[in-house]
């Protein structure tokens, strides 16, 4: 078991419920401070999206992201030397997110290596069906890379159990068919999803797209393991915010799911 499902699941199993900020590499200058800020906010592990130009799952909050990202010039380069820079300061796990193109133009092999050089510990490629993996998560195994598969509301039982099976770190339960993006509310088919996928693995379960406040993250976690959380703070991030202040929407994430886990224990 490597690092990453390793923490979640001690994590989960001490009652905890799980946190997962996302922050686009390169997006400011200072974007590892925002790594660090969400790490002393109470993440139990951080996404980390290495910006592509063709995002298929981004809504347009990310995509913005990404666009400024590489409008700085930021390169994956960049990214894994900010990243390794750092790496003697990050306590929590790091979760690469990115799309195909990237992983398959520099090989498995490599691509996993260097994520692991640089301290990385997890990655999801959204856009690589699981028929199509060919040997990457092996490839990641081996190198110490949980890699980490996403189910979708509409996601047969049989595909369900498949990416059970096959999926290491965690399950990314995704709440809606669409893009990543903040909603007013979060959809039933998230809370849904994840305790059809909670019945099938022991896996953690978490979940993403539409997380946009310390409400829906609660609701989220009456039947997933944690949330994803990653438009909402990156829209801060595009107006302005400081590190400092983006960590203040994650450490409110944090308290409240640590209170509804308070409560229910109190019964």
Same mark, same amino acid.
């Given at each position: 078991m490597n690092i990453l499902e390793k923490t979640l699941r001690?994590?989960?199993?001490?009652?905890?419920?799980?946190?997962?900020?996302?922050?686009? +590499?390169?997006?400011?200058? $200072?974007?590892?401070?925002?790594?660090?800020?969400? =790490?002393? %906010?109470?993440?139990?592990?951080?996404?980390? +999206?290495?910006?592509?130009? $063709?995002?298929?799952?981004?809504?347009?909050?990310? =995509?913005? %992201?990404?666009?400024q990202a590489l409008a700085r010039g930021t390169t994956l380069d960049e990214i894994l030397a900010g990243l390794a820079a750092i790496r003697d300061r990050v306590r929590v796990p790091l979760?690469?997110?990115?799309?195909?193109?990237?992983?398959?133009?520099?090989?498995?092999?490599e691509f996993c290596g260097r994520l692991a050089e640089a301290g990385v510990a997890g990655l999801i490629v959204p856009d690589l069906p699981l028929d199509e993996l060919d040997g990457l998560g092996e490839v990641a195994d081996a190198a110490g890379i949980d890699l980490v598969l996403l189910a979708a509301p509409?996601?047969?039982?049989e595909r369900m159990d498949e990416i059970c099976r096959h999926g290491r770190g965690f399950v990314y339960a995704v709440s809606v068919m669409g893009t990543t993006g903040e909603r007013s509310d979060l959809a039933a088919?998230?809370?849904?999803?994840?305790?059809?996928?909670?019945?099938?693995?022991?896996?953690p379960v978490l979940i993403g797209f539409g997380v946009s406040s310390p409400e829906h993250a609660v609701t989220a976690a009456t039947t997933a393991d944690g949330v994803v959380v990653a438009s909402a703070l990156m829209r801060r991030v595009l107006e302005g915010s400081s590190p400092a202040e983006v960590a203040q929407d994650v450490a409110a994430i944090r308290r409240a799911l640590d209170a509804a886990v308070t409560s229910a224990v109190a019964g």
């Amino acid at each position: 078991m490597n690092i990453l499902e390793k923490t979640l699941r001690t994590a989960r199993d001490g009652g905890r419920k799980l946190l997962v900020p996302y922050v686009t +590499g390169g997006i400011t200058a $200072d974007w590892t401070d925002q790594l660090l800020a969400f =790490q002393e %906010a109470g993440a139990d592990a951080i996404e980390v +999206g290495l910006p592509f130009s $063709d995002p298929m799952l981004d809504g347009p909050t990310i =995509q913005r %992201a990404s666009d400024q990202a590489l409008a700085r010039g930021t390169t994956l380069d960049e990214i894994l030397a900010g990243l390794a820079a750092i790496r003697d300061r990050v306590r929590v796990p790091l979760v690469a997110m990115t799309y195909a193109n990237l992983v398959v133009r520099q090989g498995y092999r490599e691509f996993c290596g260097r994520l692991a050089e640089a301290g990385v510990a997890g990655l999801i490629v959204p856009d690589l069906p699981l028929d199509e993996l060919d040997g990457l998560g092996e490839v990641a195994d081996a190198a110490g890379i949980d890699l980490v598969l996403l189910a979708a509301p509409s996601t047969t039982p049989e595909r369900m159990d498949e990416i059970c099976r096959h999926g290491r770190g965690f399950v990314y339960a995704v709440s809606v068919m669409g893009t990543t993006g903040e909603r007013s509310d979060l959809a039933a088919t998230g809370t849904e999803l994840a305790a059809a996928v909670t019945a099938r693995t022991d896996l953690p379960v978490l979940i993403g797209f539409g997380v946009s406040s310390p409400e829906h993250a609660v609701t989220a976690a009456t039947t997933a393991d944690g949330v994803v959380v990653a438009s909402a703070l990156m829209r801060r991030v595009l107006e302005g915010s400081s590190p400092a202040e983006v960590a203040q929407d994650v450490a409110a994430i944090r308290r409240a799911l640590d209170a509804a886990v308070t409560s229910a224990v109190a019964g």
